[in-house]
């Protein structure tokens, strides 16, 4: 009878510790924030999202740097305040979810390697849920950073402890409102992204929509269409914000049609829960 | 270009001193070689620089030193020449919303070649059944079939190929060699690059070996074999008295190594042609039945393990 | 001839095949859809104030740019990263009749979505205001508009994979912002190059345009010549680049 042996010739099975779904959901997580941050990537991919993270925070640094140089906090020194600081960061966080969402989505299912995943403990859900909270996690810190940088300089110029006792509430509601901005626009990013095979026409598809939003339905609203105010999609995020920080920074598209920001907020859940859904039909559909 | 078994006397395409860097890698480096009338295989280790090689001798890349001529043009300043040239490269070059008949029907517009030939490329690929669907259904194979189509349709002087056999069944790979195989004897020249050794050294009259972007050798298969004089030859010879055998090769000047393994015998020599005089003489002086005597590695496989070994 | 129409054909139906072209169709609808609705009950020249306000607006300023720049940018960009330009290359025509054909194709495909919007809204305002005059030259403006950034959106396209982004930040940053600043820049806008022959041809367009995009000096020939100036350099220095560069899938 023919024997047969086989020679161990370097190949070594893991031996360690087997960590599972949750360790698998976290080495996506990882996996996410490098692609969102072109970390062990080639140094172009870095570039952008680091000069997006340096504008946001520059003006923040700036002021900063203003109030200590004054030895005082000057609110009006500081041109704007946390509300008036979104105006300038939302528009970037737009850009930055419109492309960070194709990096995230596409490559795996145009490469085929959705099936990798497939052959590992996760599930569909899983993937999204993992692809979304590494996306959130640098939206929602590249929106409240500056925040955070302002409040910062200006507790350590106005007396650190009495500053901070009587201004805390800034800090989770600049955070609530960063995770507002991230659940109106990434949703719909996402589903964007879910459906093409090139980033960049994700991009621009998901960027034409809610700019022609913005300025169609302002038009309407002007001329007396006041439901159509619901359609102004990048509007609504903003809207939100002022409610939160209870500000006025801006006459936004809603606010002009009637409606309370409440309205806004749910607009924004709805849509958010909408697109989840389809995403994920989608992604069971191509996985 | 002087003669050497790298250059062909009736050379359609030559390619002379040819190097190709990108920043700090060297993919080719000081080639010349040239390519006639007939199968020519193209091997070499992945990242040896065979693709460079092609796609300079094709015109899409632009050597960074030395030159390339198709049919006596340069086919980067004239593109003219590509109506008598085709390449099917490696990667999936294929408009997947076409189907196969409307992406060869493109190629010989883009040619200026009769659309009568479009049928007669189809059925020379067997794509016949498929031909009204679209590519992005196809699987590798069928696609390598659609893309040697679309070259073939347009009855090129010079095809070349770059793996054309990846990802077809056996059925369709000895379909294609006979495709090659006739051009071929039609004094088309055909240039073929590819891993699969066993079928290029069925199909090709000569081959050329690269290894880490310079020419490693060139030529027939055994007459390679025979140049690299410095790698003994193993042998298997089977005979009766396998150890008295052994005992008298061993006092042989041209034998370094005997193996001995049941009736068989491994021998290692540096001088094949000799050994083949001695053995038979040797049998029957130990009055042994010699049954077998080959040498084990005068295979494209063999030759090309020792000269990627031997960088 | 053949070669030529054979690209133009297939590239068609790249660019206008597929989900892009229904959501583009869409983007389209959106300054008709704007118009109808918001000059409603208006008198005739109300109408033609609220067309040139915000559909017009909408159609040079987001549509047309979002088009030309998802086509445009598509065009030898995608034939790079898909490996298929290699299969173009190695044909026996002249690089700039290749680029030429590309360009035709995506500028028909671009032109044929936008036209098709302006042209909507264009009737929209003539079934509101009765004038129907700013039908042809809506479409030619589109027409003209479309040529310049197509030519432009498709060199930056095979000259790199973030022609996307760049593209994107010149549409809404340089042109929808900055141009607006200061009447010199107005020179280096692209869409007011369609725009100039629309105010030329519809000379009631004039006063109402020039209040919402600054100054606008119009000249129907002159934009045509522009855009012919540039496309042609766009096409010439695109097929330089693929006689000179190597041809290297991405």
Same mark, same amino acid.
């Given at each position: ?52 993270? &340096? ?95 302002? #409040? ?136 | ?33 040239? #390519? ?101 259904? #196809? ?6 079939? &659609? ?122 020599? *540096?001088? +094949? ?39 | ?36 609705? *918001? ?142 600043? &200061? ?25 109402? +345009? ?28 695109? &097929? ?11």
């Amino acid at each position: 009878m023919a024997e047969g042996v086989v020679f161990d010739l370097g190949y070594r099975p893991h031996e360690g510790p087997r960590l599972g779904r949750s360790g698998a959901r976290w080495a996506l997580y990882r996996d996410g924030l490098r692609r969102v941050l072109g970390l062990r990537r080639r140094m172009r991919r870095k570039v952008f999202p680091l000069v997006l993270m &340096a504008v946001a925070v520059m003006p923040a640094l700036f002021f900063v740097g203003i109030s200590v140089v004054l030895r005082e906090f000057d609110a009006a020194a500081t041109f704007f305040g946390h509300a008036q600081y979104f105006e300038l960061t939302g528009i970037m966080a737009l850009v930055f979810v419109a492309l960070a969402a194709g990096e995230l989505l596409i490559p795996d299912r145009v490469n085929g390697t959705l099936a990798v995943y497939a052959s590992r403990p996760l599930t569909t859900i899983d993937y999204l849920l993992m692809r979304t909270a590494s996306l959130a996690t640098v939206v929602i810190g590249f929106l409240w950073l500056p925040h955070l940088v302002l #409040f910062l300089g200006r507790a350590w110029v106005s007396g650190f402890g009495s500053y901070v006792a009587d201004n805390w509430p800034t800090l989770w509601k600049t955070l609530l409102a960063s995770g507002v901005y991230f659940l109106a626009y990434a949703p719909l990013a996402l589903l964007i992204a879910a459906t093409s095979k090139r980033g960049a026409l994700a991009a621009v598809l998901f960027l034409g929509v809610m700019l022609i939003s913005g300025g169609a339905t302002a038009a309407l609203v002007d001329s007396g269409f006041k439901s159509f105010g619901l359609l102004a999609l990048n509007q609504h995020p903003g809207y939100v914000k002022d409610w939160i920080l209870g500000s006025h920074a801006h006459d936004w598209i809603p606010q002009q049609a009637g409606f309370e920001p409440i309205v806004s907020l749910v607009v924004i859940l709805t849509l958010g829960a909408l697109c989840g859904l389809l995403v994920i039909a989608r992604q069971k559909k191509a996985a | 270009m002087t003669s050497s078994p790298a250059t062909v006397r009736d050379a359609t395409v030559e390619v002379t001193a040819v190097s190709k860097w990108f920043g700090q890698k060297v993919a080719v480096s000081d080639l010349s070689c040239s #390519f006639g009338p007939g199968i020519t295989g193209l091997l070499g280790p992945n990242g040896a620089g065979k693709t460079t090689l092609l796609r300079m001798v094709c015109g899409l890349l632009r050597p960074s030193d030395g030159s390339v001529t198709i049919l006596g043009v340069d086919p980067r300043r004239q593109p003219s020449v590509y109506a008598k040239a085709a390449l099917v490269p490696e990667e999936d070059a294929v408009y997947p919303a076409l189907t196969a008949r409307q992406f060869v029907r493109y190629a010989t517009d883009l040619s200026g070649a009769p659309r009568s030939r479009v049928d007669e490329a189809i059925t020379a690929v067997d794509l016949q059944a498929a031909a009204d669907r679209p590519i992005a259904g #196809f699987s590798k194979g069928m696609r390598q079939r &659609a893309k040697v189509a679309a070259a073939l349709v347009t009855g090129p002087d010079v095809l070349i190929l770059d793996e054309p056999l990846n990802g077809t069944d056996p059925v369709q790979r000895a379909h294609l060699i006979d495709i090659f195989r006739r051009l071929a004897d039609e004094g088309k020249t055909v240039i073929v690059s590819s891993h699969v050794l066993a079928e290029v050294e069925r199909m090709a009259d000569r081959v050329l070996a690269v290894v880490d972007g310079r020419l490693a050798a060139a030529g027939d298969v055994g007459a390679i074999r025979h140049a690299m004089a410095d790698i003994p030859y193993r042998v298997r010879i089977e005979v009766g008295d396998t150890r008295r055998m052994a005992a008298l090769l061993l006092e042989t000047d041209v034998v370094s190594s005997v193996a001995v393994s049941g009736s068989t015998l491994h021998v290692e020599t *540096s001088d +094949l042609a000799d050994l083949g005089r001695l053995v038979p003489r040797m049998a029957k002086q130990v009055d042994a039945r010699l049954t077998a005597f080959e040498p084990e590695d005068e295979s494209l496989e063999s030759v090309f393990r020792y000269l990627v070994h031997r960088r | 001839m053949r070669g030529f129409a054979a690209i133009v054909k297939v590239s068609l139906r790249q660019a206008l095949g597929g989900k892009r072209v229904i959501v583009l169709g869409l983007l389209g609808l959106v300054p008709t859809l704007v118009m109808w609705l *918001s000059s409603r009950n208006l008198t005739a020249g109300a109408a033609a104030r609220r067309f040139y306000d915000a559909p017009f607006g909408i159609l040079f300023l987001m549509v047309l740019p979002v088009c030309a720049l998802v086509i445009g940018s598509g065009t030898m960009g995608d034939e790079r990263r898909d490996g298929t330009l290699s299969f173009l290359l190695l044909r026996p025509m002249r690089r700039w009749v290749i680029v030429t054909a590309k360009f035709v194709a995506a500028w028909v495909a671009s032109t044929t979505i936008v036209a098709a919007s302006g042209l909507l809204a264009a009737i929209t305002l003539g079934a509101r205001s009765g004038d129907y005059a700013a039908t042809g030259p809506i479409v030619l403006a589109v027409a003209i508009s479309s040529a310049v950034y197509v030519a432009v959106f498709m060199l930056l396209g095979y000259l790199t994979s973030r022609a996307v982004l760049i593209g994107l930040v010149y549409v809404f940053i340089w042109e929808s912002s900055i141009t607006f600043a &200061a009447a010199g820049l107005a020179n280096v806008s692209l869409f007011r190059i369609g725009v100039t022959a629309y105010a030329a041809l519809v000379p009631a367009s004039r006063q109402p +345009l020039n209040e919402v995009l600054g100054s606008l000096a119009p000249g129907a020939w002159g934009a045509m010549a522009k855009a012919v100036v540039i496309t042609t350099l766009a096409v010439l220095a695109l &097929a330089s680049l693929l006689r000179r560069r190597d041809a290297l899938s991405e």
